[in-house]
């Protein structure tokens, strides 16, 4: 179950390698905290594009993804689940609608 999500729309140059960050303190279950690992990243390109690996960092109780390059013009989806240290199931989620002009 999917506690807390945000939908974000930014801009990235073609080729540019970008950080986006999640603060999941306001989402937090109680007694929970965002766990080091075990969160899922997924890109989806646009029509004929190739998708890329993007990775997922925790400092606190941010989330940080990096993407790219992303070398395909149109629009892209950064998809995040955040994955929390108790037993609850509860994750946080997070999308970045990502164009590339």
Same mark, same amino acid.
């Given at each position: 179950?999917?506690?807390? &999500?945000?939908?974000? +729309? *930014? ?9 986006? &960050?999640? =603060?999941? %303190?306001? =989402?937090?279950?109680?007694? /929970?905290? $965002?766990? !080091?690992? #075990? ?6 390109? @646009? +029509? #004929?594009?190739? /998708? ?5 960092? $925790?400092?606190?109780?941010? $989330?940080?993804?990096?993407? #790219? @390059? ?11 689940? $955040?994955?929390? =240290?108790? &037993? &609850? #199931?509860?994750?946080? %989620? !997070?999308?970045?609608? *990502?164009?590339? @002009?």
């Amino acid at each position: 179950m999917i506690s807390g &999500s945000a939908e974000f +729309r *930014v801009e990235q140059t073609a080729n540019a390698v970008e950080r986006y &960050s999640l =603060d999941c %303190g306001p =989402d937090l279950p109680p007694g /929970a905290s $965002v766990a !080091a690992t #075990g969160h899922t990243v997924t890109h989806t390109p @646009p +029509r #004929g594009g190739s /998708a890329t690996t993007p990775t997922a960092s $925790v400092s606190g109780n941010t $989330v940080t993804v990096t993407c #790219g @390059p992303l070398t395909t013009i149109g629009l892209h989806k950064i998809e995040l689940v $955040v994955a929390y =240290d108790n &037993s &609850s #199931g509860v994750k946080a %989620g !997070a999308i970045w609608w *990502v164009t590339v @002009p």
